[in-house]
């Protein structure tokens, strides 16, 4: 739900005209092509005629694939678009600055780099990319360039035909140096370095059109963002500014004895010219703070500091996986009674078995939950409703037929694209289908699912595996070489986190508003692994959940208090974007929502959330004081007892983490006719607060070690 609001695209996405093939996969099946009455993304990907591989979505790029240019892309310390006139870059951390609503880095751009010989550019298609890079064409090969460009690297690599390079600035900049097809220049403050091959010679200083004149077979060069003028900073750029880095790839590792993942970045370079090996490679916070490294520059960014390190072989970072529960252990103390009568009336009525990949996915969230406390309170019937619940909407979607004919959109369906390479599940909700948003939001309560009945019942994840597997190489294929997915769709590995707009079409780049949602995903996986004894799909989980959360608990929280801007007066930053921290959601400003879209749903893989007691009581304070002065503005007036009335629920068992006796106070007056947030409970929130008042905060007494036992059972406790 993170991109709540469709674009109005240029064209029309239209019904499929013709039949969808179904497939059999395992005791299920899905649509090759789209069903009956669906729509799809309304363009095919703007790619070369090379590009033969599954396009990647939901990446800082997107907007290149999506678009014949693109909207602003952010490969940090650097901002950039394809224009008309060539590439144009800017320097976003020059100036940040923020205020309640944002944190947010300078716009505009200093330069472009264009081509002599091609006065206006119709598009630039994407020609390849890395896990960290994107390569870039504009123009055709008789006339026009490529350019690589990508996260933590201040340089951009050009290659050119038919022409030479030229580089566009507002005005004439000013000229620090020029020596042997070095130019460095100066415009605003903020410093460039433009590399020819050494025997080139630069033309037009003085004015604000700068012309290579390139030896006969130099058909290249490069350009920095330098973080400061110094003579030695613009050696060492110069030094390695013919190394051209054309992919930077990640390798994962996971330690079970120590809960601890490792991941391992390889730059592969084309080396122009002799020079000092390696390059420079800027790093996120999350990033430097296990970096065994020294920094040698710094720049400034929305994120905040990232730190330069030279390198020739690449660089590691490691992070620890949270605890994590398969079933939210039911504490010694807790009223079973209450708690059996909470969960009678949570399972009351007839349930919604049918519906889009989001909301339905928030009832199998909800259904997963209580099947676990109706196990452990004994109660049979309650657990085989559940599961019963489970199973029929699980099927219903896994299967591409009904009545021995192809399923129409609205009946459940999950269909694949082969434009796009992705698997899209209808009926769709909040873009899924046109623009290819959240598929991770919504596939991991499928994936949670799955994985909660993989450990009760192997016979029946044995036959729907396959058609499980199709979700999971949809959000998170771990295989480079996969014909029918991009290589994890949703996450960025060098940016820490996923993003969740498919397209990326905005001008802040691409966005993120429920991290707690990702990490469901990825808590999803680690269940499924650990049932069905996948230790290779478990490392991948593990990579993926520990590196969103460590991205989360900088970006999103702040938990340290060291990245926030002084003039940021919020605890928290709602929604993550490419150009931007926001203090806004896509749907409402109330502050409820604000601080509760990164906590829900609240399941046993949810105690991240409390892994900083410190932080979390500021969150909520935060909260507190917000919400007041946001009721204030709209003259309401605020009841001490019970402050919250919207996902209630969600918040008080996210202050339980820190304060149980205070959230179960304000649970216990709740309303007679209280409604939990959809995708949560009753008998979880009794269950979740009881817990945390038998345990208290995670890090705090021994008391509760026994009950936040921080593993699993099988695969990933390394047993």
């Known amino acids: 739900m993170a991109c709540f609001r469709l674009l109005l695209l240029a064209s029309a996405a239209v019904a499929v005209a013709d039949a969808a093939e179904v497939v059999p996969l395992g005791a299920g099946s899905y649509l090759r092509g789209l069903p009956e009455g669906a729509k799809g993304p309304p363009v095919a990907p703007f790619v070369t005629v090379e590009v033969k591989r599954p396009v990647p979505t939901n990446t800082w790029w997107s907007s290149l694939a999506w678009l014949p240019l693109s909207e602003t892309l952010f490969p940090h310390p650097l901002s950039a678009k394809a224009t008309?006139?060539?590439?144009?870059?800017?320097?976003?951390?020059?100036?940040?600055?923020?205020?309640?609503?944002?944190?947010?880095g300078s716009g505009g751009f200093d330069l472009t780099i264009g081509h002599a010989g091609v006065a206006e550019f119709r598009e630039a298609r994407v020609a390849d990319w890395s896990d960290a890079t994107v390569t870039a064409r504009f123009g055709e090969k008789a006339a026009g360039f490529t350019v690589t460009l990508g996260h933590g690297l201040p340089?951009?690599?050009?290659?050119?035909?038919?022409?030479?390079?030229?580089?566009?600035?507002?005005?004439?900049?000013?000229?620090?140096?020029?020596?042997?097809?070095?130019?460095?220049?100066?415009?605003s403050g903020r410093t460039y370095g433009l590399y020819a091959p050494s025997g080139a010679r630069w033309s037009g200083q003085g004015t604000n059109l700068l012309t290579v004149n390139p030896t006969k077979g130099s058909d290249w060069f490069s350009a920095a963002l330098l973080p400061d003028d110094q003579a030695a900073t613009l050696d060492g750029f110069r030094a390695r500014a013919h190394n051209h880095v054309a992919r930077l790839d990640v390798a994962h590792a996971f330690d079970p004895a120590t809960r601890r993942v490792r991941a391992t970045w390889t730059p592969t370079y084309t080396v122009k010219e002799p020079g000092t090996p390696g390059s420079f490679f800027a790093r996120y916070p999350h990033q430097w703070r296990s970096a065994t490294q020294p920094a040698v520059f710094t720049y400034a960014s929305v994120r905040g500091p990232m730190k330069v390190e030279a390198w020739t072989q690449g660089g590691d970072e490691s992070y620890g996986l949270p605890p994590l529960l398969v079933d939210l252990p039911i504490a010694p103390t807790a009223d079973r009674a209450k708690l059996r009568a909470l969960l009678a009336q949570d399972l009351a009525g007839k349930p919604q078995l049918r519906g889009d990949t989001y909301w339905l996915?928030?009832?199998?969230?909800?259904?997963?939950?209580?099947?676990?406390?109706?196990?452990?309170?004994?109660?049979?019937?309650?657990?085989?409703?559940?599961?019963?619940?489970?199973?029929?909407?699980?099927?219903?979607?896994?299967?591409?037929?009904?009545?021995?004919?192809?399923?129409?959109?609205?009946?459940?369906?999950?269909?694949?694209?082969?434009?796009?390479?992705?698997?899209?599940?209808?009926?769709?909700?909040?873009?899924?289908?046109?623009?290819?948003?959240?598929?991770?939001?919504?596939?991991?309560?499928?994936?949670?699912a799955a994985g909660v009945l993989a450990r009760r019942d192997p016979a029946w994840i044995a036959r729907w595996r396959p058609m499980v597997d199709l979700l999971v190489r949809d959000i998170a294929s771990g295989d480079r070489a996969d014909p029918l997915f991009?290589?994890?769709?949703?996450?960025?590995?060098?940016?820490?986190?996923?993003?969740?707009?498919?397209?990326?079409?905005?001008?802040?780049?691409?966005?993120?508003?429920?991290?707690?949602?990702?990490?469901?995903?990825?808590?999803?996986?680690?269940?499924?692994?650990?049932?069905?004894?996948?230790?290779?799909?478990?490392?991948?989980?593990?990579?993926?959940?520990?590196?969103?959360?460590?991205?989360?608990?900088?970006?999103?929280?702040?938990?340290?208090?060291?990245?926030?801007?002084?003039?940021?007066?919020?605890?928290?930053?709602?929604?993550?974007?490419?150009?931007?921290?926001?203090?806004?959601?896509?749907?409402?400003?109330?502050?409820?929502?604000?601080?509760?879209?990164?906590?829900?749903?609240?399941?046993?893989?949810?105690?991240?959330?409390?892994?900083?007691?410190?932080y979390a009581r500021r969150n909520h304070e935060g909260l507190v004081q917000s919400l007041a002065a946001f009721r204030a503005k709209q003259g309401k007036g605020v009841a001490p007892a019970a402050p919250f009335d919207h996902w209630a629920d969600i918040l008080w068992m996210q202050q339980a983490m820190f304060d149980a006796p205070a959230a179960r106070r304000a649970w216990d007056a709740r309303p007679a006719n209280f409604k939990p947030e959809a995708g949560n409970s009753l008998t979880f929130t009794e269950a979740w607060i009881s817990a945390f008042e038998q345990a208290g905060p995670l890090l705090s007494t021994p008391s509760g070690a026994g009950l936040w036992r921080a593993e699993f059972t099988k695969t990933s406790a390394g047993k």
């Open 361 to 448: 996915g928030k009832q199998l969230g909800k259904w997963a939950s209580l099947l676990g406390l109706a196990d452990q309170l004994g109660d049979a019937a309650a657990a085989a409703e559940c599961e019963r619940r489970l199973k029929t909407s699980l099927e219903n979607f896994l299967t591409a037929t009904v009545d021995g004919r192809a399923k129409k959109a609205g009946e459940g369906v999950f269909a694949y694209d082969p434009r796009w390479g992705t698997l899209i599940g209808y009926p769709a909700s909040f873009g899924s289908d046109v623009e290819l948003n959240d598929h991770h939001f919504h596939y991991g309560y499928f994936l949670r």
């Open 486 to 614: 991009p290589y994890q769709r949703c996450f960025d590995p060098y940016a820490g986190h996923s993003w969740a707009s498919g397209h990326g079409r905005f001008g802040d780049g691409n966005n993120q508003e429920s991290s707690s949602e990702s990490i469901n995903a990825w808590y999803g996986l680690l269940l499924l692994a650990d049932a069905t004894g996948d230790t290779r799909l478990r490392d991948r989980a593990a990579w993926l959940l520990a590196t969103e959360v460590a991205a989360i608990e900088d970006y999103w929280f702040d938990v340290r208090g060291d990245l926030f801007p002084p003039s940021y007066p919020v605890e928290v930053v709602t929604m993550i974007w490419g150009g931007k921290g926001a203090n806004a959601t896509w749907f409402d400003a109330n502050p409820q929502s604000l601080h509760g879209i990164n906590f829900l749903p609240l399941t046993p893989g949810s105690l991240y959330l409390g892994q900083h007691p410190d």
């Open 84 to 104: 008309k006139d060539g590439l144009a870059l800017g320097y976003p951390g020059s100036g940040i600055a923020a205020n309640e609503h944002a944190i947010m």
């Open 155 to 187: 340089f951009v690599y050009c290659t050119y035909e038919g022409g030479a390079p030229v580089v566009r600035f507002k005005a004439a900049p000013k000229v620090l140096r020029d020596q042997g097809g070095e130019l460095v220049v100066q415009v």
